[in-house]
Protein backbone atom coordinates (compact mmCIF):
# COMPACT_ATOMS: atom_id res chain seq x y z
CA UNK A 1 0.00 0.00 0.00
CA UNK A 2 1.36 2.93 -1.12
CA UNK A 3 1.95 5.92 1.73
CA UNK A 4 -0.03 9.58 2.04
CA UNK A 5 3.58 10.83 2.11
CA UNK A 6 4.72 9.18 -0.86
CA UNK A 7 1.84 10.64 -3.70
CA UNK A 8 1.24 14.00 -2.53
CA UNK A 9 3.26 16.44 -4.78
CA UNK A 10 5.56 19.25 -3.39
CA UNK A 11 4.93 18.09 0.42
CA UNK A 12 5.76 22.32 1.18
CA UNK A 13 3.85 24.48 -0.79
CA UNK A 14 5.06 28.05 -0.96
CA UNK A 15 2.79 30.74 -2.92
CA UNK A 16 5.69 32.46 -5.36
CA UNK A 17 4.72 36.12 -6.26
CA UNK A 18 4.58 36.22 -10.14
CA UNK A 19 7.10 38.83 -11.64
CA UNK A 20 5.00 42.40 -11.88
CA UNK A 21 6.41 46.03 -12.29
CA UNK A 22 3.48 47.47 -10.62
CA UNK A 23 3.28 46.87 -6.96
CA UNK A 24 0.18 45.51 -5.17
CA UNK A 25 -2.07 47.74 -3.53
CA UNK A 26 -1.29 48.95 0.69
CA UNK A 27 -4.47 46.76 1.95
CA UNK A 28 -3.37 43.43 -0.15
CA UNK A 29 0.52 43.95 0.94
CA UNK A 30 -0.79 44.64 4.85
CA UNK A 31 -3.26 41.33 4.41
CA UNK A 32 -0.78 38.79 3.02
CA UNK A 33 1.79 39.80 6.01
CA UNK A 34 -0.90 39.47 8.38
CA UNK A 35 -2.31 36.06 6.70
CA UNK A 36 1.77 34.85 6.71
CA UNK A 37 1.98 35.40 10.44
CA UNK A 38 -0.74 33.17 11.32
CA UNK A 39 -1.36 29.80 11.02
CA UNK A 40 -4.66 30.47 8.19
CA UNK A 41 -5.22 26.16 8.36
CA UNK A 42 -5.71 26.30 12.10
CA UNK A 43 -7.83 29.36 12.90
CA UNK A 44 -10.47 28.40 15.68
CA UNK A 45 -12.86 29.72 12.49
CA UNK A 46 -11.80 25.89 11.01
CA UNK A 47 -13.58 24.41 14.43
CA UNK A 48 -16.54 26.81 14.72
CA UNK A 49 -18.11 27.00 11.16
CA UNK A 50 -20.17 24.36 10.10
CA UNK A 51 -19.47 23.27 6.55
CA UNK A 52 -22.29 23.91 3.80
CA UNK A 53 -22.87 22.39 0.19
CA UNK A 54 -22.84 25.05 -1.71
CA UNK A 55 -25.17 23.86 -4.11
CA UNK A 56 -27.78 21.42 -1.91
CA UNK A 57 -27.66 23.64 1.12
CA UNK A 58 -27.03 20.69 3.39
CA UNK A 59 -24.68 20.23 6.30
CA UNK A 60 -21.40 18.47 4.87
CA UNK A 61 -19.64 15.67 7.65
CA UNK A 62 -15.86 16.20 7.99
CA UNK A 63 -13.02 15.55 10.33
CA UNK A 64 -12.69 18.47 12.76
CA UNK A 65 -9.30 18.95 11.81
CA UNK A 66 -7.91 19.51 8.06
CA UNK A 67 -4.77 17.03 7.08
CA UNK A 68 -1.35 18.48 7.83
CA UNK A 69 -0.62 17.93 3.24
CA UNK A 70 -4.06 20.22 2.93
CA UNK A 71 -3.72 22.69 5.87
CA UNK A 72 -0.10 23.31 4.03
CA UNK A 73 -2.29 23.84 0.84
CA UNK A 74 -4.36 26.46 2.12
CA UNK A 75 -1.59 28.30 3.88
CA UNK A 76 -0.56 29.10 0.35
CA UNK A 77 -3.66 29.07 -1.34
CA UNK A 78 -4.74 32.37 0.46
CA UNK A 79 -1.60 34.52 0.20
CA UNK A 80 -2.25 33.64 -3.53
CA UNK A 81 -5.84 34.67 -3.49
CA UNK A 82 -5.35 38.01 -1.68
CA UNK A 83 -1.90 38.85 -4.11
CA UNK A 84 -4.97 38.46 -7.29
CA UNK A 85 -7.72 40.09 -4.79
CA UNK A 86 -9.41 43.04 -6.52
CA UNK A 87 -10.43 45.01 -3.41
CA UNK A 88 -13.57 46.71 -5.22
CA UNK A 89 -15.15 43.72 -6.81
CA UNK A 90 -14.08 41.33 -3.94
CA UNK A 91 -12.87 38.86 -6.99
CA UNK A 92 -9.65 37.03 -6.95
CA UNK A 93 -8.47 37.88 -10.87
CA UNK A 94 -6.53 34.48 -11.23
CA UNK A 95 -7.62 30.56 -12.41
CA UNK A 96 -7.34 27.96 -10.61
CA UNK A 97 -5.23 26.55 -12.84
CA UNK A 98 -2.74 30.11 -12.25
CA UNK A 99 -3.71 29.96 -8.39
CA UNK A 100 -2.11 26.14 -8.31
CA UNK A 101 0.48 27.14 -10.93
CA UNK A 102 2.12 29.56 -8.22
CA UNK A 103 1.71 27.73 -4.96
CA UNK A 104 3.42 24.64 -6.43
CA UNK A 105 0.25 22.43 -6.48
CA UNK A 106 0.18 21.44 -10.13
CA UNK A 107 1.52 18.53 -11.34
CA UNK A 108 2.16 17.09 -14.91
CA UNK A 109 2.01 13.23 -15.64
CA UNK A 110 4.47 11.68 -17.75
CA UNK A 111 2.16 11.26 -20.47
CA UNK A 112 2.44 15.24 -20.56
CA UNK A 113 -1.14 15.67 -19.16
CA UNK A 114 -1.70 19.25 -16.30
CA UNK A 115 -3.28 18.16 -12.88
CA UNK A 116 -4.23 20.90 -10.90
CA UNK A 117 -6.61 18.71 -8.42
CA UNK A 118 -5.09 19.59 -4.98
CA UNK A 119 -5.73 23.24 -5.31
CA UNK A 120 -9.24 22.53 -6.61
CA UNK A 121 -10.46 20.13 -4.50
CA UNK A 122 -9.26 22.08 -1.49
CA UNK A 123 -11.48 25.45 -2.91
CA UNK A 124 -14.70 23.20 -4.16
CA UNK A 125 -14.22 20.56 -0.80
CA UNK A 126 -13.26 23.37 1.59
CA UNK A 127 -13.15 26.63 1.34
CA UNK A 128 -15.98 27.18 -0.59
CA UNK A 129 -18.41 24.97 1.86
CA UNK A 130 -16.80 26.53 5.05
CA UNK A 131 -17.84 30.27 3.79
CA UNK A 132 -13.79 31.47 2.85
CA UNK A 133 -15.31 31.88 -0.55
CA UNK A 134 -17.81 31.78 -3.43
CA UNK A 135 -17.38 30.08 -6.98
CA UNK A 136 -19.60 30.99 -10.11
CA UNK A 137 -19.47 28.85 -13.36
CA UNK A 138 -19.55 30.29 -16.41
CA UNK A 139 -20.57 28.04 -19.78
CA UNK A 140 -18.45 28.55 -22.92
CA UNK A 141 -20.30 27.92 -25.74
CA UNK A 142 -17.63 27.98 -28.35
CA UNK A 143 -16.13 25.38 -26.44
CA UNK A 144 -18.77 23.74 -25.31
CA UNK A 145 -17.54 23.75 -21.49
CA UNK A 146 -17.33 25.70 -18.27
CA UNK A 147 -14.96 28.19 -17.99
CA UNK A 148 -12.82 28.36 -14.58
CA UNK A 149 -14.40 29.35 -11.47
CA UNK A 150 -15.00 32.67 -10.69
CA UNK A 151 -13.88 33.18 -7.12
CA UNK A 152 -15.20 35.92 -4.67
CA UNK A 153 -13.63 36.39 -1.49
CA UNK A 154 -16.13 36.26 1.53
CA UNK A 155 -15.62 38.62 4.80
CA UNK A 156 -15.33 34.98 6.62
CA UNK A 157 -12.18 34.83 4.62
CA UNK A 158 -10.67 37.82 5.77
CA UNK A 159 -11.26 37.29 9.64
CA UNK A 160 -9.55 34.08 9.31
CA UNK A 161 -6.14 36.39 9.81
CA UNK A 162 -7.99 38.88 12.12
CA UNK A 163 -9.36 41.62 9.28
CA UNK A 164 -12.58 42.47 10.33
CA UNK A 165 -15.74 42.89 8.13
CA UNK A 166 -15.80 46.46 9.12
CA UNK A 167 -12.63 47.20 7.83
CA UNK A 168 -12.94 45.64 4.82
CA UNK A 169 -16.13 47.69 4.29
CA UNK A 170 -13.50 50.51 4.86
CA UNK A 171 -10.69 49.65 2.41
CA UNK A 172 -13.40 49.20 -0.02
CA UNK A 173 -15.00 52.65 0.08
CA UNK A 174 -11.64 54.02 -0.09
CA UNK A 175 -10.86 52.04 -3.33
CA UNK A 176 -14.42 53.64 -4.39
CA UNK A 177 -13.29 56.71 -3.69
CA UNK A 178 -10.18 56.70 -5.22
CA UNK A 179 -10.72 55.52 -8.75
CA UNK A 180 -14.29 57.70 -8.50
CA UNK A 181 -11.28 60.83 -7.83
CA UNK A 182 -9.56 59.57 -11.65
CA UNK A 183 -12.83 59.28 -13.17
CA UNK A 184 -14.06 62.48 -12.51
CA UNK A 185 -10.43 63.62 -13.64
CA UNK A 186 -10.61 62.30 -17.27
CA UNK A 187 -14.68 63.19 -17.06
CA UNK A 188 -15.93 59.84 -16.47
CA UNK A 189 -19.12 58.90 -14.43
CA UNK A 190 -19.37 58.51 -11.25
CA UNK A 191 -19.03 54.12 -10.18
CA UNK A 192 -21.07 52.10 -8.40
CA UNK A 193 -19.01 48.91 -6.39
CA UNK A 194 -21.68 47.02 -8.27
CA UNK A 195 -20.84 48.26 -11.23
CA UNK A 196 -17.45 47.78 -10.92
CA UNK A 197 -18.02 44.08 -9.78
CA UNK A 198 -19.94 43.68 -12.86
CA UNK A 199 -17.12 45.15 -14.74
CA UNK A 200 -14.36 42.99 -12.72
CA UNK A 201 -16.54 39.86 -13.63
CA UNK A 202 -16.71 40.87 -17.84
CA UNK A 203 -12.40 41.31 -17.79
CA UNK A 204 -11.93 38.11 -15.97
CA UNK A 205 -14.00 36.79 -18.70
CA UNK A 206 -12.59 38.23 -21.31
CA UNK A 207 -9.29 37.47 -20.40
CA UNK A 208 -9.70 33.73 -19.90
CA UNK A 209 -11.91 33.45 -23.43
CA UNK A 210 -9.14 34.49 -24.72
CA UNK A 211 -6.27 32.56 -22.78
CA UNK A 212 -8.74 29.80 -23.40
CA UNK A 213 -8.64 30.75 -27.76
CA UNK A 214 -5.05 31.13 -27.69
CA UNK A 215 -4.67 27.83 -26.23
CA UNK A 216 -7.05 25.96 -28.65
CA UNK A 217 -5.31 27.11 -31.56
CA UNK A 218 -1.82 26.62 -30.02
CA UNK A 219 -3.00 23.04 -29.29
CA UNK A 220 -4.52 22.41 -32.63
CA UNK A 221 -1.52 23.69 -34.62
CA UNK A 222 0.43 21.20 -32.59
CA UNK A 223 -2.04 18.45 -33.77
CA UNK A 224 -1.38 19.60 -37.23
CA UNK A 225 2.46 19.49 -37.01
CA UNK A 226 2.41 16.40 -35.65
CA UNK A 227 0.16 14.98 -38.54
CA UNK A 228 3.00 16.73 -40.94
CA UNK A 229 6.07 15.08 -39.16
CA UNK A 230 4.26 11.52 -39.92
CA UNK A 231 3.84 12.09 -43.71
CA UNK A 232 6.38 12.11 -46.91
CA UNK A 233 7.30 15.55 -47.83
CA UNK A 234 5.54 15.84 -51.22
CA UNK A 235 2.07 14.37 -49.13
CA UNK A 236 2.47 16.70 -46.11
CA UNK A 237 3.02 19.41 -49.23
CA UNK A 238 -0.47 18.26 -50.35
CA UNK A 239 -2.25 18.23 -47.01
CA UNK A 240 -1.08 21.99 -47.01
CA UNK A 241 -2.15 23.12 -50.00
CA UNK A 242 -5.54 21.16 -49.81
CA UNK A 243 -6.03 23.34 -46.40
CA UNK A 244 -5.28 26.29 -48.14
CA UNK A 245 -7.82 26.20 -51.02
CA UNK A 246 -10.26 26.01 -48.52
CA UNK A 247 -9.37 28.91 -46.30
CA UNK A 248 -9.32 30.80 -49.47
CA UNK A 249 -12.41 31.87 -52.04
CA UNK A 250 -11.92 31.76 -55.79
CA UNK A 251 -11.09 35.27 -56.23
CA UNK A 252 -8.45 35.20 -53.71
CA UNK A 253 -6.86 32.53 -55.05
CA UNK A 254 -6.93 34.11 -58.28
CA UNK A 255 -5.24 37.01 -57.26
CA UNK A 256 -2.71 35.18 -55.00
CA UNK A 257 -1.19 33.04 -58.30
CA UNK A 258 0.83 29.60 -58.25
CA UNK A 259 4.02 31.33 -57.39
CA UNK A 260 2.25 33.08 -54.13
CA UNK A 261 0.70 29.83 -53.08
CA UNK A 262 4.14 27.95 -53.67
CA UNK A 263 5.57 30.37 -51.13
CA UNK A 264 2.80 30.01 -48.83
CA UNK A 265 2.71 25.85 -48.51
CA UNK A 266 6.76 26.51 -48.23
CA UNK A 267 6.18 28.96 -45.00
CA UNK A 268 3.49 26.49 -43.37
CA UNK A 269 5.35 23.54 -43.67
CA UNK A 270 8.44 24.51 -42.40
CA UNK A 271 6.76 25.81 -39.77
CA UNK A 272 4.76 23.02 -38.51
CA UNK A 273 8.05 21.02 -39.13
CA UNK A 274 9.35 23.67 -36.68
CA UNK A 275 6.91 23.06 -33.93
CA UNK A 276 6.56 19.19 -34.90
CA UNK A 277 10.51 18.76 -33.86
CA UNK A 278 10.30 21.03 -30.87
CA UNK A 279 7.94 18.53 -29.48
CA UNK A 280 10.19 15.60 -30.67
CA UNK A 281 12.81 17.26 -28.43
CA UNK A 282 11.02 18.28 -25.24
Not at 64 to 84: F, G, K, S, T
Not at 162 to 173: A, E
Not at 176 to 199: H, Q, V
Not at 244 to 253: F, I, N
Request: proline fraction near 3%; charge should be positive.
Amino acid sequence: MVSRKNYIHNLYPIFTQPKSKSKRPAFIRYAIKKASQIDVARSEINYTIQPINPITGNIVPRFRRLNEHRARAMRAMVQAMLYHFNISSELVMASIETLSDECGLSTTSKAGNKSITRASRLITEFMEPMGYVTCEKIWDRIMGTYIPKIITLTPLFFMLFGISKFRLDQVKKQQLNWINEKRIKKGSFFITLMEIKREAKEQYIRKIFQYRKSKYIIEKQKKEARKIIRLEEKTARQYILNGLVKRYSLEELVKMGSIELKKQVNFEYFRLKKIANNILHK
